[in-house]
């Protein structure tokens, strides 16, 4: 049985040094990715990579953190676009396969927005 957390953060690695053949291999071939908010799916490890590799524009990534058992991982990255320096934020769900490699992603990316008025009492900004 493989590790989903060394997976996960191997996905991660590879991604962000743009390795696009050892960032395949952590992908089931029927992999599914999924972003809930645009309602778009993914299908197929070719599909992923090149996904990745050809449509996401200049990033750099880093890990916050990674959380798992044995079978899924859940993943908080913060990523920095090199084009208009905006940071974004994504929270990321993984189910592996029995040998390890990635077979599900959902991947939730949350806008940042401005906190109602009147709790400003009851919080910090940071």
Do not use: H, K
């Not at 590879?14 to 395949?24: C, E, H, L, S, V």
């Not at 992603?105 to 401005?114: K, L």
């Amino acid at each position: 049985m493989g590790d989903i957390a060394a997976t996960v953060e191997t996905y991660w690695a590879t991604a962000q040094a743009r390795d696009w053949r050892a960032f395949g291999a952590t992908l089931a071939d029927d992999v599914c990715y999924e972003f809930p908010q645009t309602r778009e799916r993914v299908v197929g490890r070719e599909g992923v990579v090149r996904l990745n590799a050809e449509q996401l524009g200049e990033w750099s990534l880093e890990v916050e953190r990674v959380v798992a058992d044995a079978t899924q991982a859940v993943s908080w990255v913060r990523f920095s676009d090199e084009e208009d320096e905006e940071e974004t934020q994504a929270i990321s769900f993984f189910t592996s396969t029995p040998d390890g490699r990635i077979q599900t992603i959902t991947d939730f990316r949350p806008a940042a927005y401005e906190p109602p008025v009147g709790r400003e009492q009851l919080t910090e900004r940071f």
